[in-house]
């Protein structure tokens, strides 16, 4: 895996709410009062819009690719930034 900026962004049509996706990068992802999960900016906002994408911390990327990986609901996609092409999820 390439040190390249990633986004990450949720489907949530398909998410489980399982929140599974938290468990393994809460500053990146949290459940919203729907009970789906959603991703967060920078500094820590729920982006509330479906399929909203947020930049991937350097330091958070491994458990990102990880999360996308075990996601129940196959529906974390992270893509590189510079193109968007899905790095991880069910798209890669
Ligand atoms: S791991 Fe996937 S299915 Fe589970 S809450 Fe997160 S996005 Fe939804």
């Known amino acids: ?6 986004v990450v962004w949720i489907d949530q049509e398909l998410c ?6 938290v468990q393994y990068a809460r500053p990146v ?3 919203d009062l729907d009970g789906l999960a959603y991703v967060k900016d920078a500094g820590d906002e ?4 479906p399929g909203a994408k947020t930049v991937v911390p350097v330091d958070l990327v491994k458990d ?6 075990e996601c129940p609901g196959k529906c974390i996609h992270v ?3 510079s193109d968007f ?3 991880a999820g ?3």
């Open 29 to 31: 992802f949290e459940m």
């Open 46 to 49: 729920l982006l509330v819009e």
């Open 1 to 6: 895996m390439s040190s390249e900026p990633l």
């Open 79 to 81: 893509e590189r930034a």
């Open 64 to 69: 990102v690719i990880a999360s996308a990986k």
């Open 16 to 21: 489980t709410g399982d929140g599974l996706c």
């Open 85 to 87: 092409v899905e790095v």
């Open 90 to 92: 069910p798209l890669a």
